[in-house]
Nanobody
Framework: QVQLVESGGGLVQAGGSLRLSCAASGRTVSSYQIGWFRQAPGKEREFVAAISWGGSSTDYADSVKGRFTISRVNAQNTVYLQMNSLKPEDTAVYYC??????????????????WGQGTQVTVSS
């Protein structure tokens, strides 16, 4: 079992930055692929970013590419999502997820079994 806890969300003005953390416990996540997803009010949850277990591969949704950076420190069992140049449309609850679905399935939320409780990000205009 893997337990995930997100933190770092909050209220920020457009153009600002936040760094989200996803801390894992229960089992080491060094062998797990990690994905970040988000859900805005009234919308379905969507893929944001993913990182391979070793950190050598990353992937981003087009809407955040060039603004968000995913990284991991396996020794700390933590994955980060650095969010820069935030826009009001980035407002959502952000979730991290872990599993071993294979890199081809990195964007599919139903391939991840372990989820955090989410952290709210609100970007004001």
């Amino acid at each position: 079992q893997v337990q995930l806890v997100e933190s770092g969300g909050g209220l920020v003005q457009a153009g600002g930055s936040l760094r989200l953390s996803c801390a894992a416990s229960g089992r080491t996540v060094s062998s797990y692929q990690i994905g970040w997803f988000r859900q805005a009010p009234g919308k379905e949850r969507e893929f944001v970013a993913a990182i391979s277990w070793g950190g050598s591969s990353t992937d981003y949704a087009d809407s955040v590419k060039g603004r968000f950076t995913i990284s991991r420190v396996n020794a700390q069992n933590t994955v980060y999502l650095q969010m820069n140049s935030l826009k009001p449309e980035d407002t959502a609850v952000y979730y991290c997820a872990a599993d071993q679905p294979g890199w081809a399935y990195r964007r599919l939320e139903n391939k991840y079994d372990y989820w955090g409780q989410g952290t709210q990000v609100t970007v004001s205009s």
